[in-house]
């Protein structure tokens, strides 16, 4: 775990598995075999099962505590909620892969509405290539008057 | 482009939490729920967002997205089936392919709002 006296970036490591994959695309409701059946996937000439454009965010989270940076860093997590999510994808990634997920948490900052918001970026790298970086802005409102 | 998501039900956030590790009791515990002022659990922003990429890669192979993001500007409630739309900006410039993006429940409140780059 990561806390304020040790900024440095907090890293995760994952290998993708095809069945996580497919319950990944069962549960958004996925149904072409693109991204279900390594079969279909090899027909439309990928290596494995891809993975979906937003699957990467939970892997971020694959911490023994996904929210604690938000929570050590004073956000009332029983109030936040996700404002802003961003990707940029520079490779696609597939079942099978080791994937290096290293993320940093900006300052909290005070919007004008008196919302507190927080970002996180990360930073996605198979073996050296760097594949995809993401960008998680949390929100919580200011508290009830 | 336009689709219709499933009906958000307790189970599906169950599923989603589980597979996507998002796993935050805003979407599954109903007592924080209404601590924090919701009616019930609210659906992951990441659903929708889910959804608006399976919007995306149906438009174009997924090798071709370049960047993909989204604000979420009103909870999805329990019961809620988001209508998901994906339009093409500037259709006749050259160079990526710019797609703006929107979520919006059956009264009207839009959910989330989103952009996309698509190599040509």
Redesign the interface.
């Known amino acids: 775990m990561n806390g304020l006296e040790s900024p440095g970036p907090e890293v995760v490591r994952v290998r993708i598995t095809r069945t ?1 994959l497919r ?2 695309a ?5 149904t ?1 075999l693109l991204y279900l059946s390594v079969r279909s996937a090899r027909a439309a000439g990928h290596r494995d099962l ?1 993975v ?4 990467l ?3 971020a ?2 911490t023994g505590n ?2 604690g940076w938000a929570a050590e860093r004073g956000l009332d ?3 936040t ?9 520079s490779a ?1 990634t597939f079942a099978g892969d080791t994937l290096t997920l290293s993320s940093t948490c900006g300052p909290l900052t005070v919007a004008r509405s008196g919302a507190r918001l927080l970002t996180r970026r990360t930073t996605v790298s198979r073996a050296e290539e760097v594949v995809a970086r993401l960008e998680l802005t949390l929100v919580c409102p200011a508290a ?1 008057a | 482009m336009r689709a219709q ?2 009906e958000v039900t307790p189970a ?1 956030l169950s ?2 939490a ?9 979407h599954l515990d109903p007592e ?1 729920a209404r ?3 919701h009616d019930d659990v609210i659906a ?4 929708t ?3 608006l ?2 919007l ?3 438009h174009s192979p ?2 071709r ?8 500007t009103a ?1 999805t409630p329990l019961g809620a089936a988001p209508s998901l739309s994906a339009r093409v900006v500037d259709p006749a410039t050259r160079g990526p392919v710019r797609l703006l993006l929107t979520a919006e429940l059956a009264d009207g409140t839009v959910t989330a709002v989103g952009e996309a780059t698509i190599c040509p």
């Open positions: 996580d319950d990944f069962t549960s958004i409701g996925e072409r891809p979906p454009p937003t699957y965010f939970g892997l989270l694959r996904p929210f997590m029983a109030r909620l996700h404002g802003e999510q961003s990707f940029e994808y696609m009830p | 998501a499933p599906l599923a989603f589980a597979a996507s590790g998002d796993a935050n009791p805003m924080v601590a924090a002022g992951h922003g990441m659903l967002m889910a959804w990429g399976r995306l890669t149906e997924q090798a997205l370049q960047s993909f993001r989204v604000r979420f909870p």
